[in-house]
């Protein structure tokens, strides 16, 4: 019965919700009642996400074989997530005010000079502290960091060892190219315009194998989705005991 | 030979720096009048179709057309979404759009916000008249197939707006657009839910990473055209502003730098073939 329940329930909702598909005027209503319940369970597992996260990282901060670098990284997580929570429920989100630093050029000077200026300066602790100066740069940082890894990965993986790779590679490089102004200027000179070759690789080529792919991925999901309604298919529902 | 040995003793460090040392150039030269004035020359002669296809649509719209924008995005893709949403916003604001900013991103609703009001007041805008912030929308795609049935049911924040437009606004098929920037799913989500099945227009724009899985959509008209990372931003900043070259903002100027690090790029893999090709010459296939 512990596992035929969830499996029951799992199979009623995916009938309703393809039943409503095609009959709107018949399911409409247990369609909307099971449409809310998905937000109210979303929002309780962001309750049932902070607890865990703070129950492994408080025992990753006591347990004594813990490095002690890791130990550090643990404190700091549950001290922001404490203070984070604290301080945006009492200063509340303010949207209206922004603050960062944007870099301004001296242009008098033969060789443009660096000076940094404050934008704009909000007295709300939560957007202008917590969200803007430091969540927002964080965040920038750690996506800007693609960038080199891009470069890094390209320089070991783009090599002429086959057809095949010499393909891919010729196609990425004139993509690459294609998508910013040098590449016209480049291949300007030579009377080439490369961002019309690279869209057609994006817009012809590109978009076949796309859409290859996603009728691939549209009858996978299918075949999962048949198993599901089934019970064919109960990975859902955990490890049987 | 010498180059070549030397070639060969680059290591990820030297990436790494070499990579450092382009963004910087990049950074402090982008605000540099001729450069931006290239870019600008260079930018102008290709825009993208699907930018043009997307940027025409929109211009299409009668005055007064309601017009959902979703800035699905958080602080980490800021540079390419942020020039998206605001020169959305800059031509909306322009036709007389009535507009709802909404975020299926939590971190993105303060983003949206913040850049809906500043945009607004460029253009004399108030809130609850011309504009709505609907916040962040909880659930995703189950609130975008709510949208599809009960617009102010999805976005319950719309339900406190006294904003006489939404009076005749029931479900997402009385929106004249559906436009979202997307860093995740969410374009893919408004595409399959509310075009295949209620019908309305949707475009919007999305990552450079994420352009090419698009294409598929707009070639089958469920997308009407895309703004694809910062070169879409750009196509689009040119297209709605067209600017004299020290009127540009970000998305020209950045685009500066991302040209030097494609071409870094580039130049790398031409290093690595050269040494790769040097070396089956030299001792053959086996190394």
């Known amino acids: ?209 796309q859409r290859a792919i996603l009728i691939a991925v549209g009858i996978g999901t299918i075949i999962i989705s048949l198993k599901l309604l089934f019970g064919i298919e109960k990975s859902h529902i955990g490890k049987s005991e | 030979m010498i180059i070549i040995e030397l070639f060969k003793k680059i290591t990820r460090r030297t990436i790494f720096l070499t990579v450092a040392i382009f963004l910087t150039i990049g950074a402090i030269f982008s605000d540099v009048y001729w450069i931006k004035k290239i870019n600008l020359e260079m930018l102008r002669k290709s825009i993208t179709p699907a ?58 609703a303060q983003i949206v916000a913040t850049k809906t009001r500043q945009v607004a007041s460029q253009y004399n805008k108030q809130e609850d008249v011309d504009y709505v912030i609907g916040g962040y929308v909880v659930g995703a795609a189950v609130a975008i197939e709510k949208m599809g049935v009960d617009l102010k049911d999805a976005i319950p924040l719309l339900n406190k707006s006294p904003a006489p437009f939404l009076k005749n606004i029931k479900t997402a098929h009385d929106l004249n657009l559906v436009f979202c920037i997307a860093a995740g799913d969410t374009l893919q989500y408004y595409i399959r839910i509310l075009k295949s099945r209620y019908g309305v227009n949707v475009s919007g724009g999305c990552t450079a990473v994420m352009a090419a899985e698009m294409y598929p959509y707009i070639l089958s008209k469920q997308l009407i055209g895309l703004f694809g990372g910062l070169k879409g931003a750009a196509d689009y900043e040119i297209l709605e502003s067209n600017p004299e070259p020290d009127q540009v903002s970000e998305a020209v100027k950045y685009m500066l730098t991302q040209s030097l690090i494609h071409a870094l790029i580039i130049i790398f893999i031409i290093i690595a073939n050269i040494v790769f090709i040097y070396d089956r010459l030299k001792y053959g296939k086996k190394r």
Not at chain 2, 86 to 99: I, T
């Open chain 1, 1 to 209: 019965m512990k596992r035929e329940l969830p499996l029951f329930i799992t199979a009623i909702t995916g009938l309703v919700i393809i039943f409503n598909y095609f009959l709107p005027e018949v399911t409409g209503q247990i369609t909307e009642i099971i449409r809310k319940w998905v937000i109210v369970i979303s929002s309780f597992a962001i309750i049932l996400g902070i607890l865990n996260l703070l129950i492994i990282s408080l025992r990753k901060t006591v347990e004594p074989i813990t490095h002690i670098d890791d130990r550090i990284a643990n404190i700091v997580l549950i001290l922001s997530l404490i203070i984070t929570i604290i301080i945006g429920m009492v200063y509340k989100v303010d949207p209206n005010y922004t603050s960062e630093f944007k870099l301004v050029l001296d242009k008098s000077s033969v060789i443009p000079l660096i000076n940094f200026e404050f934008q704009k300066v909000d007295n709300n602790v939560f957007t202008n502290v917590i969200f803007y100066s430091i969540y927002n740069p964080l965040s920038a940082a750690m996506f800007s960091l693609l960038a080199f890894f891009i470069a890094s990965a390209s320089y070991r993986a783009f090599r002429a060892r086959n057809m095949e790779a010499t393909l891919l590679l010729l196609a990425a490089s004139i993509v690459i190219l294609g998508r910013v102004p040098i590449g016209d200027y480049l291949f300007g000179l030579i009377g080439l315009k490369i961002s019309v070759v690279s869209e057609y690789i994006t817009a012809v080529i590109n978009a076949a194998a």
């Open chain 2, 51 to 108: 930018s043009k296809q997307a940027y025409d649509f929109i211009e299409s719209l009668p005055p007064n057309s309601v017009v959902l924008v979703s800035g699905d995005y958080g602080p980490s893709t800021r540079v390419e979404a942020d020039p998206i949403l605001e020169n959305f916003l800059k031509q909306s604001f322009r036709k007389n759009f009535k507009v709802i900013a909404i975020s299926l991103w939590p971190d993105g």
